[in-house]
């Protein structure tokens, strides 16, 4: 099992960037696909961003395509996701998710669930 706590959200502008962070802790990190997924009021939880486990395979949701950035440092049992050119749309709680499936594009795939942490997006 793999213990996941994101950091980084906050209240930003439309068009600036912030940096998401998701530790993780317990089996080995290296072990499992990574994943951002983000939850609107009103709507469901919806992947965003995934990475395999050896960061050589990334997924995009076609809403962030060209303004995010998902990474994986497996020294540091870290993920991140860096966040450009932010939009109001953008708003939610995000999520920090963990599976062990190879199918890492997928949003069944994913087990392990982070608390969340809130951006929000002013225009």
């Known amino acids: 099992q793999v213990r996941l706590v994101e950091s980084g959200g906050r209240l930003v502008q439309a068009g600036d960037s912030l940096r998401l962070s998701c530790v993780a802790s317990?089996?080995?990190?290296?072990?499992?696909?990574m994943g951002w997924f983000r939850q609107a009021p009103g709507k469901e939880r919806d992947l965003v961003a995934a990475i395999n486990r050896n960061g050589g395979r990334i997924y995009y949701a076609d809403s962030v395509k060209g303004r995010f950035t998902i990474s994986r440092d497996n020294a540091k049992n870290t993920v991140y996701l860096q966040m450009n050119s932010l939009k109001p749309e953008d708003t939610a709680v995000y999520y920090c998710?963990?599976?062990?499936?190879?199918?890492?594009?997928?949003?069944?795939?994913?087990?392990?669930w982070g608390q969340g942490t809130q951006v929000t997006v002013s225009s």
């Open positions: 317990g089996r080995t990190f290296s072990s499992y696909a």
């Open positions: 998710s963990a599976g062990t499936s190879t199918n890492f594009a997928r949003a069944p795939s994913y087990d392990y």
